[in-house]
């Protein structure tokens, strides 16, 4: 498949779901509170940046999805790796972490808010708790799964322990784990609603939840867009980091 078919047929479900939207909202099949129009929807965007200043509440959620993603990546990806290489590190943290990562997020936010107040921090911890324990466990996958006969190699040529999971691990997974911090960033950024529920006045999820208090429900789909276009360029970055990193793994 040519490289235009394969965009086009990447674009056609967007296309597909826009036209069942305009025909759902502007032939009245569905009532303006609960399904507005992709015009009104669209109007009331511009709207959020001229007059309220949405740019700021933008980057108040970037900082907070940001904040919580970094830390799990500077804690996880490192503890990650040491279990993927290491069978006794393995044993010792993959019980607790596999105990732990099915508690869901949301259920931490009354002690998160008992525990940091609210505010930024509590956000940070909650982003933080939703991405550090899965992104864990993709690292350790990814580091397992080097093949064994580049580190049987590396032993043969004299390396040790260390060089062994600095210089062959490491390198070799590291395409795999660019890929599961990817993976594990756009989670932080479904749970950024959630993470602004409570205490939160800035931010995208803010404003969609005092939307929804007075049923602005163009606000409500601004909002979800909004999130969903930096969703993808988000993406679109990890993406373009993975070419630029990693040109030796793109087959």
Not at 210 to 226: E, N, S, V
Request: glycine fraction near 10%; charged fraction near 15%; proline fraction near 4%.
């Amino acid at each position: 498949m040519k490289h235009g078919q394969r965009r086009a047929l990447g674009i056609a479900p967007f296309l597909l779901v826009l036209a069942l939207w305009c025909i759902l909202s502007y032939g009245g099949v569905v009532r303006a509170l609960f399904l507005p129009t992709p015009t009104n929807v669209i109007s009331e965007g511009f709207r959020m940046f001229a007059e309220e200043g949405f740019h700021n509440d933008i980057l108040l959620s970037l900082a907070r999805v940001f904040g919580g993603f970094l830390i799990s990546a500077a804690f996880g990806v490192p503890l990650g790796i040491l279990m993927g290489a290491s069978r006794t590190t393995d044993t010792f943290f993959a019980p607790i972490i596999g105990f732990i990562r099915y508690m869901p997020a949301t259920a931490f936010i009354p002690l998160a808010i008992l525990w940091f107040g609210v505010g930024y921090v509590e956000n940070v911890v909650l982003v933080f708790m939703s991405i550090f324990f899965y992104l864990v466990l993709l690292v350790a996958d990814a580091a397992a799964n080097v093949k064994k006969p580049w580190i049987d190699t590396a032993l043969t040529l004299g390396a040790n322990r260390l060089q062994v999971v600095t210089k062959v691990v490491v390198r070799a997974a590291a395409p795999d784990v660019w890929n599961a911090m990817r993976t594990m960033f756009g989670v932080g950024w479904t749970m950024i609603v959630v993470v602004e529920l409570v205490g939160a006045e800035a931010g995208i999820g803010a404003k969609i939840i005092h939307a929804q208090r007075f049923l602005q429900t163009p606000k409500i789909m601004a909002g979800i867009c909004i999130i969903g276009l930096l969703g993808v360029a988000s993406d679109l970055c990890f993406r373009a980091g993975y070419r630029f990193l990693f040109p030796w793994a793109r087959n």
